[in-house]
């Protein structure tokens, strides 16, 4: 069985001790790919490292993430997008989106940084990496504008309900990413999935973030994906397998590769 991250801070200072010791674990555990999103311009440069280091193995996303977003976001995104051009092997605008979940300070410049990048998304017809914490309504409209011309691209911790999955469902080609909090006792997720087909969903562990039962509490990491997988075929009825090779089927359509 192999499996796809979709989304791992794998260039965090949370695996600088034992990163190869970490992606080890995760190709023992049967995940044959990562994808790393960048947040901010140092990360960058620590994402292209990991990814240099690992070819074949991890990917780049390039964005600004919207808790990033200050009042100097313009000359940040006129940057990020240099390196968006030259980075060939990038595969995905992100992370990017709004999060309006401690503040509204920069809520202003969050829109506008946000409205941008779906732009580029539209011009490079990479997918979207899409991260939104209180702000889905602000967030739809935004994306309504350029519906018609979205390649399509993941809602990233998807921890909504069904109302809010079907309707960023109605965006074609975009999927909801799904991880630890699926697992998380007092989830209502499980429930909501129960009405997204399986051919709309991707995996992801946001780790070092959101480790799942019964790894909470731990620095999570790709490994762990197998307990997402798990729960993920508990609820829909399927094995284990099957979820691994659908969701592996989703990134193949989103990203354009398995």
């Known amino acids: 069985m192999t499996m796809i991250d979709t989304h791992i801070h794998l260039d965090g200072e949370e695996f600088k001790e034992d990163l190869?010791?970490?992606v080890a674990r995760?190709?023992?555990?049967?995940v044959s790919k990562v994808f790393l999103p960048a947040i901010n311009l140092d990360s960058i440069?620590?994402?292209k490292s990991v990814c240099t280091q690992f070819p074949g193995f991890a990917y780049p996303m390039v964005g600004l993430h919207p808790e990033d977003v200050k009042a100097d976001y313009e000359d940040v995104l006129k940057q990020m997008r240099l390196h968006l051009d030259e980075t060939k092997y990038c595969i995905a605008v992100g992370e990017v989106g709004l999060d309006f979940y401690w503040s509204r300070e920069f809520e202003k410049e969050q829109l506008a940084a946000f409205e941008e990048q779906v732009k580029w998304s539209v011009e490079t017809r990479l997918p979207l990496m899409i991260h939104c914490r209180k702000a889905q309504n602000e967030l739809v409209h935004i994306l309504r504008k350029y519906q018609e011309e979205l390649p399509g691209g993941v809602f990233h911790c998807f921890t909504g309900n069904e109302k809010e999955a079907a309707e960023l469902l109605s965006f074609d080609n975009f999927v909801l990413g799904i991880g630890g909090v699926l697992t998380f006792k007092k989830a209502n997720l499980p429930e909501t999935l129960k009405t997204v087909p399986l051919e709309r969903i991707v995996l992801e562990t946001d780790a070092p973030y959101m480790a799942p039962v019964p790894m909470r509490g731990?620095?999570?990491e790709s490994a762990f994906l197998v307990h997402i997988v798990a729960k993920i075929a508990e609820v829909?009825?399927?094995?284990?397998?099957?979820i691994a090779?659908?969701?592996n089927k989703n990134v193949k359509r989103i990203f354009g590769f398995n």
């Open 20 to 22: 190869p010791e970490v």
């Open 26 to 30: 995760a190709r023992e555990a049967g």
């Open 45 to 47: 440069d620590t994402i």
């Open 218 to 220: 731990k620095r999570n």
């Open 236 to 242: 829909y009825g399927e094995t284990a397998q099957e």
């Open 245 to 247: 090779d659908q969701t």
